[in-house]
């Protein structure tokens, strides 16, 4: 099993469509949560961390759930600019950080 | 932008040739890593620095070196190429500690024929 678990995809929407992506990790004792962003053929980049108590960023909303050990990605009315690859990314430890495989989003118009 | 810069940024090499990627940073960060993204695998780690001098394996280190002689210097070095180290190569910063953004390199697109 893959310490960090991703849907690869893809996921085609509808602009303006509600989208969700969940990421399950296996190591209970995971400290810290992310989700970065990655164009095609561009470096990854950090969309958002994500807190114990879950946080929103516009129409961005990441959540963690410990006891199930898994979060969420929650991207409302979304954009054509929203397709992209989503990285889950787990930290272990002091750098000891796991990145899923992504989830490819693809906004239709 | 940014300050970590990869070189080159595209390569073509032959089986069995030394290659060497550069990363270069500007931002003073202690630690730097070496990942490489192949297709259904995402990202995985290499090799990794957390000082001048300081480096350690990562999960698929075998067939790779890499040295840091300077903060801002990070080398990876591919001994003898081969073509299953045909990948996309990117180099990332962080400041020590946990909960830290990682802020990665444009990456270098390797191809060994």
């Known amino acids: 099993r893959k310490e960090v678990e991703q849907d690869p995809g893809p996921f085609n929407v509808p602009e303006g469509a509600t989208v969700a992506f969940n990421c399950t990790y296996s190591?209970?004792?995971?400290?810290?949560f992310f989700w970065y962003r990655q164009d095609c053929r561009k470096e990854p980049k950090l969309l958002m961390s994500v807190y114990s108590s879950g946080n929103e960023d516009g129409r961005f909303t990441a959540q963690l759930n410990r006891a199930s050990q898994y979060i969420s990605l929650l991207i409302r009315d979304s954009k054509l600019s929203d397709s992209a690859t989503y990285l889950c990314?787990?930290?272990?430890?002091?750098?000891?950080?796991?990145f899923g495989s992504g989830t490819r989003l693809s906004i239709r118009p | 932008d940014a300050g970590i810069t990869q070189s080159p940024r595209h390569k073509v090499t032959e089986t069995g040739t030394p290659v060497t990627l550069r990363c270069h940073q500007t931002e003073n960060h202690r630690y730097m890593y070496w990942y490489r993204q192949d297709p259904g695998h995402g990202l995985r780690l290499i090799h990794y620095s957390y000082g001048v001098k300081d480096t350690d394996k990562g999960e698929v280190s075998d067939g790779y070196s890499v040295s840091r002689s300077k903060t801002e210097d990070f080398l990876l070095t591919l001994e003898s190429a081969t073509s299953s180290q045909t990948s996309v190569y990117f180099c990332a910063i962080s400041p020590p500690g946990t909960g830290k953004e990682y802020t990665f390199g444009s990456g270098t697109r390797l191809t060994v024929v």
């Open positions: 190591n209970s004792a995971s400290q810290s």
């Open positions: 990314v787990v930290n272990v430890g002091a750098s000891k950080i796991i």
